[in-house]
């Protein structure tokens, strides 16, 4: 059986080596193999759950475009799209909506981190957020979800909606319930200033991460400055634990280098961080600087990065609409 892959990433800028190692890189991979049926959505509805300045939206937009493309996600084996141009997404998520029941999304972590202290402040969309990712994700009768590790719990979610819906309705298998493709080893990078917070589009320091855009000077002197402790790096697994740091920076040079942690701890062993961290950025400048080169030259061509978008969006919303004709039938519209 072929697969249907479907994945979104939010335009919401700073898409960062978190983005390329936890999702992007296996986008390609997945991309890649002929067996595989390959959507890629821009979430612009999932970005304006928090407040966003329209101009850069859109720039944003391009870039993740620019940047799916540029990471190599072939256009022509796949559908690249925009989520609001397809409007099913959004009808899709009332009628979800109206299924999941609010005990279940009171669990959702990742609201609370993000609402924080003040949870009344927060929108409603923000709350309803993971309930928008379910429509995106059955509309498309997709069979797997490949995401980092903190997506998981929303992907549990949707599974449980696309199964309470088939129940509640008497609709047999109607929605797919969609697998989650979560890498095993390094699904979660961590900021370059503190080994246990994730790294993020939004925190405040540029030098907690490592954009997709940052050029050759960029990736060094961030490495340089990455945070680390006082002891050389460890003969084995067993002498990482608490030590975060270490054991992220080990993590990204693995990964960069598609091989297993314990192999990269074993080249290491016993050096001290300076020496590791000048062949870390090197890797970083060979892996990533070809990416940032190729997105500033895709920015330069917004008519081009349209019309993938345009493309995208009549194979999207053909298959969308369809579902959504059917979902309405089953609802009693
Ligand atoms: P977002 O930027 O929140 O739309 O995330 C896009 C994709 O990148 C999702 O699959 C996330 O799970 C993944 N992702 C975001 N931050 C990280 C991180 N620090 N480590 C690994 N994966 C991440
Ligand atoms: N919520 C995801 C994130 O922030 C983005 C997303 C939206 C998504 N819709 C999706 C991911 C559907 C996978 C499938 O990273």
Redesign the pocket.
């Known amino acids: 059986m072929k697969k249907k892959i479907?994945?979104?990433?939010?335009p919401t800028g700073n898409l960062h080596l978190g983005n390329y190692l936890g999702?992007i890189k296996n986008f390609v991979e997945l991309n890649n193999d002929e067996e595989n049926k390959c959507i890629f959505?821009v979430?612009d509805l999932?970005a304006i759950t928090v407040k966003q300045n329209p101009k850069e939206l859109r720039s944003n937009i391009r870039e993740t475009v620019a940047t799916f493309l540029a990471s190599g996600i072939d256009a022509n084996k796949s559908i690249i799209f925009n989520?609001s141009t397809v409007s099913a997404h959004s009808e899709a998520a009332w009628v979800l909506g109206c299924v999941a029941r609010t005990g279940w999304l009171n669990r959702m972590t990742q609201f609370k981190e993000k609402a924080g202290k003040d949870k009344e402040k927060a929108s409603l969309g923000l709350y309803s957020?993971p309930v928008?990712?379910a429509a995106?994700?059955l509309l498309y009768d997709s069979t797997h979800?490949p995401?980092?590790n903190?997506?998981k719990q929303?992907l549990e979610l949707c599974r449980d909606i696309a199964q309470k819906f088939n129940i509640d309705f008497a609709a047999d298998n109607f929605f797919k319930v969609p697998e989650p493709l979560i890498q095993k080893d390094f699904s979660r990078i961590m900021s370059l200033k503190d080994g246990l917070k994730k790294m993020s589009k939004s925190d405040l320091s540029d030098f907690s991460r490592i954009n997709l855009t940052d050029d050759e000077d960029q990736i060094i002197s961030k490495i340089k400055k990455s945070k680390t402790d006082t002891l050389p790096l460890p003969n084995n697994f067993n002498e990482l634990e608490n030590r975060p740091e270490a054991k992220n920076l080990l993590g990204i040079y693995s990964s960069l280098k598609n091989s297993d942690l314990e192999k990269t701890i074993k080249n290491f062993a016993g050096k001290n961080f300076s020496e590791f961290k000048e062949n870390l950025s090197q890797e970083l400048v060979d892996k990533i600087g070809p990416i940032s080169l190729e997105i500033k030259k895709l920015l330069g061509d917004k008519g081009y990065l349209d019309k993938i978008l345009s493309n995208g969006f009549e194979k999207a919303n053909e298959i969308a609409t369809k579902k959504m004709k059917n979902i309405r039938e089953i609802v009693g519209f």
């Open positions: 479907f994945s979104g990433v939010q999702a959505c979430v999932h989520q957020y928008l990712m995106d994700i979800v995401v980092g903190d997506q929303h």
